[in-house]
């Protein structure tokens, strides 16, 4: 089973900035959709953004121009640039890959939390 390990989160203030890091244990990023997705308390865990296997990128209204998803396939990392944060993006934040029809989640790994606050 691929592992997928994040890091990089922490405390930030409102305004600062991160960048999380996701490493897969296999090269399957030209294989599948990888993207972020984050779950705040009480809420529902959503996807934020994704980069497919030809690197073209979507992102979440809630975080367009704010963030930005990036591969390094040779490292098996993916990338989440996070700018210009807000409160309301604390959250644990996971990678994991963009299930379809024929496939689901890859086992999720721990996240890593952002906490935004002053």
């Known amino acids: 089973q691929v592992q997928l390990v994040e890091s990089g989160g922490g405390l930030v203030q409102p305004g600062g900035s991160l960048r999380l890091s996701c490493v897969a244990s296999?090269?399957?990023?030209?294989?599948?959709?990888m993207g972020w997705y984050r779950q705040a308390p009480g809420k529902e865990r959503e996807l934020v953004a994704r980069i497919s296997s030809g690197a073209w990128t979507m992102y979440a209204d809630s975080v367009k121009g704010r963030f930005t998803i990036s591969r390094d396939s040779a490292k098996r990392t993916v990338y989440l640039q996070m700018n210009s944060l807000k409160p309301e993006d604390t959250a644990v934040y996971y990678c994991n890959r963009v299930p379809t029809s024929n496939y689901g989640f890859l086992p999720w790994g721990q996240g890593t939390q952002v906490t935004v606050s002053s």
């Open positions: 296999a090269s399957i990023f030209s294989i599948y959709t």
